[in-house]
């Protein structure tokens, strides 16, 4: 699969712990999006990257979340001592750069639940 | 902030019929806007995308009409099949695709 791929597909943590996902984008697409999506919603914008540059994080980030792209290649989402409400679908998501907005191409995502 | 609205939360049709969702959009500046369809399970996948120059667009039983004025657009299955079942998200972006805000989901059941 040369897709958006994603690991871990499933994660559960104790509250209080960390967790970290990566995602590994179609190799030549230079944006890269984390979202998450919970039961019933919408996928919700938490940040974006262009290459290994973090352009707009979402104001629903707090300070216990953390993403970066060390090479403008893979990423890395992290957060901190998990709560409850974190439970969600993790997405990532790439696409190429272009002049105009383009599709987005989604990864499998990492369900994390949090007990 | 920049939201998206979509309706119906859930659409069931009888196979061969037509299905229309629709959406509006608050972000005046929004210019992209694609249609996903996730599958039970699986990631969201575009179906079918429209730019804000443009007022239709059709690919064989898919289009979808965008009308900047009132900041509505639809998306309508024509002949739907059992395998259209799924949940259906229109989202908006704006130039540069930083952000691309989502709606909350249509769930669509085609009866056989």
């Known amino acids: 699969d040369t897709g958006v791929s994603q690991d871990p597909r499933h994660k559960i943590t104790k509250r209080g712990q960390n967790v970290t996902f990566r995602c590994d984008p179609i190799?030549?697409?230079?944006?890269l999006y984390w979202y998450r999506q919970t039961l019933g919603q919408g996928p919700e914008f938490l940040t974006y990257?262009?290459?290994?540059?973090?352009?707009?994080k979402s104001r629903l980030l707090s300070d216990r979340f953390s993403a970066e792209r060390p090479k403008g290649s893979f990423s890395t989402l992290e957060i901190q001592r998990t709560e409850q409400g974190d439970s969600a679908m993790y997405l990532c998501a790439s696409s190429p750069w272009t002049e105009l907005n383009t599709e987005a191409f989604f990864g499998q995502g990492t369900r994390l639940t949090v007990v | 902030g920049e939201n998206v609205e979509q309706h119906p939360s859930t659409l069931s049709v009888q196979e061969g019929d037509s299905a229309v969702i629709k959406c509006t959009y608050s972000d005046s500046a929004s210019n992209y806007f694609p249609w996903y369809k996730q599958e039970l399970g699986k990631r969201p996948q575009l179906i079918i995308d429209?730019?804000?120059?443009?007022g239709e667009k059709k690919d064989q039983r898919i289009a979808v009409t965008l009308n900047k004025t009132a900041k509505h657009f639809s998306l309508h299955i024509t002949e739907t099949q059992p395998e259209d079942s799924a949940v259906y998200f229109c989202?908006?972006?704006?130039?540069?695709?930083?952000?691309?805000?989502f709606g909350a989901g249509t769930r669509l059941f085609v009866k056989a």
């Open positions: 190799s030549e697409h230079n944006r």
């Open positions: 990257f262009q290459n290994e540059a973090q352009l707009e």
């Open positions: 989202a908006a972006s704006t130039l540069g695709g930083f952000k691309t805000i």
């Open positions: 429209i730019r804000s120059n443009v």
